[in-house]
């Protein structure tokens, strides 16, 4: 099993070459309004779930274009 900093790193790394910069802003918007509805109380695994389901439609729509 490799370690999280580099599991973060590669995946890091990968999302900045596969997406998009309107993605990424708005990937990181529904995440910040996610703090905010929840009054800065919402679980990492939460906004991990709500990044993974936007990555997920992301991935979908790259597809479609294709």
Known sequence: ??????????AGYYMGLKMSENQFIELEGALL??????????????????????????LEEDEEEV
Do not use: H, Y
């Not at 099993?1 to 590669?10: K, L």
């Not at 929840?38 to 993974?52: A, C, F, M, P, R």
């Open 1 to 10: 099993m490799i370690n999280e900093e580099v599991e973060r790193r590669v």
């Open 33 to 58: 309004d996610a703090i905010w509805q929840s009054d800065e109380q919402i679980s990492d695994d939460e906004l991990v779930k709500i990044g993974v389901k936007l990555i997920n439609r992301f």
